[in-house]
Antibody, heavy 121, light 108 residues
Framework: EVQLVESGGGLVQPGGSLRLSCAASGFTFSSYEMNWVRQAPGKGLEWVSYISSSGSTIYYADSVKGRFTISRDNAKNSLYLQMNSLRAEDTAVYYC??????????????WGQGTLVTVSS | SYVLTQPPSVSVAPGKTARITCGGNNIGSKSVHWYQQKPGQAPVLVIYYDSDRPSGIPERFSGSNSGNTATLTISRVEAGDEADYYCQVWDSSSDRWVFGGGTKLTVL
């Protein structure tokens, strides 16, 4: 069974740091592109960051650029999101999601169950 | 940046057809994907590549995309279809994925 399991969420003070992890199983992790998507309480989905299968190509949303760093360890079947200089508006459930593609277009399937990050003093 | 516009809410009686729209500039030139999210759960893919259904998604779910509007159609709506629905595209001009604001489907 294809599965993604996030961890590392919690309560952190503004300006603090947190590292999220996403453990993948049931598929050849090193062959797939991955993403982080977040959802603030009661709000919609917001794409956060993308990483290619080799890690050579990375994209970020403007809202996190310069503060968040996406990475992966294909030997450990794991995806990471290092979050620095956290702000109250970063409070959200963070999901990791695998990319499936046909040509230039891609979609997310599956998604992990999410991990909650709360930024508050 | 590319913007996707969805109605905040759609209501439909059981057994009827629900149509959820996703508007964007010349969205017909892009591939649109749709996700269903029930309360407290992660999103689930229900339509990809405009109109393809993943395995396990009922045939009642279908999609179309033309001009400036993509549409998710749910036929013979059931109580279990009540959820938030999000459209998504890849914006190649800015190298980012974009989600619509989401539509809450209420089954009356």
């Amino acid at each position: 069974e294809v599965q993604l399991v996030e961890s590392g969420g919690g309560l952190v003070q503004p300006g603090g740091s947190l590292r999220l992890s996403c453990a993948a199983s049931g598929f050849t992790f090193s062959s797939y592109e991955m993403n982080w998507v977040r959802q603030a309480p009661g709000k919609g989905l917001e794409w956060v960051s993308y990483i290619s299968s080799s890690g050579s190509t990375i994209y970020y949303a403007d809202s996190v650029k310069g503060r968040f760093t996406i990475s992966r360890d294909n030997a450990k079947n794991s995806l990471y999101l290092q979050m620095n200089s956290l702000r109250a508006e970063d409070t959200a459930v963070y999901y990791c999601a695998r990319v499936l593609r046909v040509g230039a277009t891609g979609w997310f399937d599956p998604w992990g169950q999410g991990t909650l990050v709360t930024v508050s003093s | 940046s590319y913007v996707l516009t969805q109605p905040p809410s759609v209501s439909v009686a059981p057994g009827k057809t629900a149509r959820i729209t996703c508007g964007g500039n010349n969205i017909g030139s892009k591939s649109v994907h749709w996700y269903q999210q029930k309360p407290g759960q992660a999103p689930v893919l229900v339509i990809y590549y405009d109109s393809d259904r993943p395995s396990g998604i009922p045939e009642r779910f279908s999609g179309s995309n033309s001009g400036n509007t993509a549409t998710l159609t749910i036929s013979r709506v059931e109580a279990g279809d009540e959820a938030d629905y999000y459209c998504q595209v890849w914006d190649s001009s800015s190298d980012r994925w974009v989600f619509g604001g989401g539509t809450k489907l209420t089954v009356l």
